[in-house]
Each structure stands twice: as structure tokens, then as C-alpha cells.
């Protein structure tokens, strides 16, 4: 493959075919959150290469050109915002929204300074057309694992709605201040805590609703707290489930703050909608599944993947692996080699399927 660094800092891999024209897409990102597994990511992107090894090996070459992404920035680790590179590659960023700094301080710019690479150079990834997005992905939960499959087809990708949280109370002396007098930020920020997964609980099934950090100020033992700062991550099956769920969420702290006489801030830090899966690339998905011994079997994605930023450029088809206990975003994230074995000969049976597609 010729391999660059795209303007947004993507890592390209380009396999031509036989002719030019729009190529297929396959990919996922090189980042993770913090001590996480080492499959969330990566495993899709090598296995994007493998398909490319074994068409290389055979000396074969599809219609169409492949493409193999190693996304730069999926989980938001770093910076107060998520997917900034696949959204800069489906031409959806809004450059507006990158004046962003790291827990450091430093700006986005100066980080992307540091690599050779601008803000205003992220506009210039957007991508041309593209054939189609394919992604395979651990499935990061348990239900491949509880039917005994090594592999499923991805129908969809659950909404998100994702805010940062600031409760403004008043600091004060632990040993002087009376519990009638305290507006005691972080107890306040529990019972909204508490208030968020009581609502989650509440709902159905696929309703999740997660406080995954928090801050306090000023963090000392002897100090009633002044302030605190978390971020709640909301999700669902539909769009309409998550605003539902959210609206109650954000209500319940509103409640919450007047009760306990605290400021209460809530900012939006990322609107994902959900977004299906391509039905067409699902039936050859299916296909290939099938070929390769598997029973085919659909189930929908809880975790957000660039397949869902991608999904504005091109039709998307997500391919999931078992992954024992479901586990990820945690070091005893596991695959099998026999299911990765598995995961490739499907991605190779569903580019042949698709081959046969766009030669009709
Ligand atoms: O948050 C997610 O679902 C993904 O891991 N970025
Ligand atoms: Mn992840
Ligand atoms: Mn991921």
C-alpha cells in the first residue's frame, strides 16, 4: 500500500485496483481512553490491513481502490470532543468547535502544530466519495459470547448525547460550617449522580446513562466542596429515547440544584444521532458470515464507533467479534485468535460479495 498522514493526522493506507474511482473505506482508531484493552481500535484496522495482505499475496486487485484508516482520534481522551478525526475525514467538522484544550492547557492547534498539522488543514481531509465504510470492531458487551458466535453483523449504532456538568455551591470550613448552612457542591453532585442512574435504571434495556469523571474543588479533606465538575454520557437505541431520558436526567438536576441552593451548568459536549447500518451491506455481511460457518446473526452497536461519522460519507457495514465477558475499555479486554481468523475470512468474503456488486 502507499501509506500518508492525512491533514488530520489519520493514517492512510491506499491499495489501487483495477481501476480508479470511489474506493472502499476500512478502518478504526489508533487511540484509546485511558488504561484501557488493546483491541478497542486497532484490531480493525489490522485486520483492514490483513485483507489487504491476502488480496496482495494472491496478486489480486478488486474494481475499486481500498483504503485502510487508523482513525486518530475516536474516544475524545485528549481533548473535550470525540471522533475529531473521522469527522474531519467525512467533512463534518464544524471548525468552530476546535477551539479545544487538554487537561494541560495546550490548544488543539498547538498539539497539532507540534505533529506539523493545523486546524485549518483538518478541513482539508474531507474525503472524495467513497464506496463504502467497513468496520470491524470488538462488540465490547456479551451477547455474541452468550449465543456462542464468534462473529455477528452490526444492524446499527445507539444514539449519544454527552454534556459536561458544573455545580457551583460554596466552599467552606469542615469543622465550622453547619450542615444547614452548606451548599456542599459534591454532595449535591451525588444525588444528581444518583438521580442519573435511577432514571437509566428506570428505562428500557437499551437506556444507559453513565457519570464516567468528576472533579472537585478544592479537593482537600477539610473542606466542604466548592465545586464540581462531571460529565454524564446518555444513550439509546433511538434518538427519541435518548432526548427523552436526558430531558428527565437534566429536569432531575435542576430540581436537585434548587433544593441545595447550588449553580448548576450543564454544556452539550457531543450529539450523536443514531445511525443504521446499510441494509444492502448487511445482506452481503449476512452472506459472507454464513460462507464462512457462522450463523448469521444481527445485533445492534451500545459503544459509538466511526462508523457513525462515516455514515454521512458513505454506505457503512460494521462486522462485531466476540470478546470474552464482554469485557472492554478495561486491560483484560480478550479476543480469540480463532475468531480473528473468522473476523478476516468474512471481511474477505464480504469484499468479493461486494466486488461482484459494483462489477454488475
Ligand atoms: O464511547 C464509546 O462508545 C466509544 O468507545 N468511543
Ligand atoms: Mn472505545
Ligand atoms: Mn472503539
Same mark, same amino acid.
Given at each position: 500500500? *502507499?501509506?500518508?498522514?492525512?491533514?488530520?493526522?489519520?493514517?492512510?493506507?491506499?491499495?489501487?485496483?483495477?481501476?480508479?474511482?470511489?474506493?472502499?473505506?476500512?478502518?478504526?482508531?489508533?487511540? #484509546?481512553? &485511558?488504561?484501557?484493552?488493546?483491541?478497542?481500535?486497532?484490531?480493525?484496522?489490522?485486520?483492514?490491513?490483513?485483507?489487504?495482505?491476502?488480496?496482495?499475496?494472491?496478486?489480486?486487485?478488486? #474494481? %475499486?481502490?481500498?483504503?485502510?484508516?487508523? %482513525?486518530?482520534?475516536?474516544?475524545?481522551?485528549? %481533548?473535550?470532543?470525540?471522533?475529531?478525526?473521522?469527522?474531519?475525514?467525512?467533512?463534518?467538522?464544524?471548525?468552530?468547535?476546535?477551539?479545544?484544550?487538554?487537561?494541560?492547557?495546550?490548544?488543539?492547534?498547538?498539539?497539532?502544530?507540534?505533529?506539523?498539522?493545523?486546524?485549518?488543514?483538518?478541513?482539508?481531509?474531507?474525503?472524495?466519495?467513497?464506496?463504502?465504510?467497513?468496520?470491524?470492531?470488538?462488540?465490547?458487551?456479551?451477547?455474541?459470547?452468550?449465543?456462542?458466535?464468534?462473529?455477528?453483523?452490526?444492524?446499527?449504532?445507539?444514539?449519544?448525547?454527552?454534556?459536561?456538568?458544573?455545580?457551583?455551591?460554596?466552599?467552606?470550613?469542615?469543622?465550622?460550617?453547619?450542615?444547614?448552612? &452548606?451548599?456542599?457542591?459534591?454532595?449535591?453532585?451525588?444525588?444528581?449522580?444518583?438521580?442519573?442512574?435511577?432514571?437509566? &435504571?428506570?428505562?428500557?434495556?437499551?437506556?444507559?446513562?453513565?457519570?464516567?469523571?468528576?472533579?472537585?474543588?478544592?479537593?482537600?479533606?477539610?473542606?466542604?466542596?466548592?465545586?464540581?465538575? %462531571?460529565?454524564?454520557?446518555?444513550?439509546?437505541?433511538?434518538? !427519541?429515547?435518548?432526548?427523552? !431520558?436526558?430531558?428527565?436526567?437534566?429536569?432531575?438536576?435542576?430540581?436537585?440544584?434548587?433544593? &441545595?441552593?447550588?449553580?448548576?451548568?450543564?454544556?452539550?459536549?457531543?450529539?450523536?444521532? !443514531?445511525?443504521?447500518?446499510?441494509?444492502?451491506?448487511?445482506?452481503?455481511?449476512?452472506?459472507?458470515?454464513?460462507?464462512?460457518?457462522? *450463523?448469521?446473526?444481527?445485533?445492534?452497536?451500545?459503544?459509538?464507533?466511526?462508523?457513525?461519522?462515516?455514515? *454521512?460519507?458513505?454506505?457503512?457495514?460494521?462486522?462485531?467479534?466476540?470478546?470474552?465477558?464482554?469485557?472492554?475499555?478495561?486491560?483484560?479486554?480478550?479476543?480469540?485468535?480463532?475468531?480473528?481468523?473468522?473476523?478476516?475470512?468474512?471481511?474477505?468474503?464480504?469484499?468479493?460479495?461486494?466486488?461482484?456488486?459494483?462489477?454488475?
Amino acid at each position: 500500500m *502507499s501509506v500518508r498522514v492525512d491533514p488530520a493526522g489519520n493514517l492512510v493506507g491506499r491499495y489501487e485496483g483495477e481501476r480508479d474511482g470511489p474506493p472502499l473505506l476500512i478502518g478504526s482508531h489508533l487511540d #484509546s481512553v &485511558r488504561d484501557a484493552g488493546r483491541y478497542d481500535g486497532p484490531l480493525g484496522i489490522m485486520l483492514g490491513v490483513e485483507c489487504v495482505a491476502a488480496l496482495h499475496a494472491e496478486e489480486r486487485r478488486m #474494481s %475499486f481502490p481500498i483504503e485502510v484508516y487508523a %482513525f486518530g482520534d475516536e474516544e475524545g481522551s485528549r %481533548f473535550p470532543a470525540a471522533m475529531l478525526t473521522s469527522r474531519a475525514v467525512a467533512g463534518t467538522l464544524d471548525p468552530a468547535t476546535l477551539d479545544l484544550r487538554d487537561a494541560a492547557g495546550i490548544s488543539l492547534e498547538d498539539a497539532l502544530a507540534l505533529n506539523g498539522l493545523s486546524v485549518s488543514g483538518f478541513a482539508s481531509a474531507r474525503h472524495g466519495a467513497a464506496l463504502a465504510y467497513l468496520e470491524a470492531h470488538i462488540e465490547q458487551g456479551p451477547v455474541l459470547e452468550a449465543e456462542a458466535l464468534g462473529v455477528g453483523t452490526v444492524t446499527g449504532i445507539a444514539a449519544q448525547l454527552r454534556y459536561a456538568i458544573t455545580v457551583t455551591g460554596r466552599a467552606g470550613h469542615a469543622g465550622t460550617t453547619s450542615m444547614a448552612l &452548606r451548599r456542599d457542591a459534591l454532595s449535591a453532585a451525588a444525588a444528581m449522580i444518583s438521580k442519573a442512574e435511577e432514571v437509566a &435504571r428506570a428505562g428500557d434495556a437499551d437506556l444507559v446513562a453513565t457519570v464516567g469523571s468528576i472533579e472537585v474543588y478544592p479537593g482537600a479533606a477539610n473542606v466542604v466542596p466548592g465545586e464540581v465538575r %462531571f460529565t454524564l454520557d446518555v444513550r439509546a437505541a433511538s434518538d !427519541a429515547g435518548r432526548d427523552a !431520558a436526558a430531558l428527565t436526567i437534566r429536569s432531575g438536576f435542576e430540581a436537585i440544584a434548587r433544593e &441545595r441552593g447550588v449553580r448548576y451548568i450543564c454544556r452539550l459536549l457531543q450529539d450523536l444521532p !443514531a445511525s443504521p447500518c446499510d441494509p444492502a451491506l448487511m445482506a452481503l455481511m449476512d452472506a459472507a458470515i454464513d460462507d464462512a460457518g457462522v *450463523s448469521p446473526f444481527r445485533l445492534v452497536s451500545g459503544a459509538g464507533h466511526d462508523a457513525m461519522i462515516l455514515a *454521512s460519507l458513505c454506505p457503512t457495514a460494521m462486522l462485531f467479534i466476540r470478546c470474552e465477558g464482554g469485557i472492554s475499555h478495561n486491560p483484560a479486554e480478550r479476543v480469540s485468535a480463532n475468531d480473528c481468523e473468522i473476523a478476516l475470512r468474512v471481511m474477505r468474503g464480504f469484499i468479493d460479495k461486494l466486488g461482484a456488486t459494483v462489477r454488475d
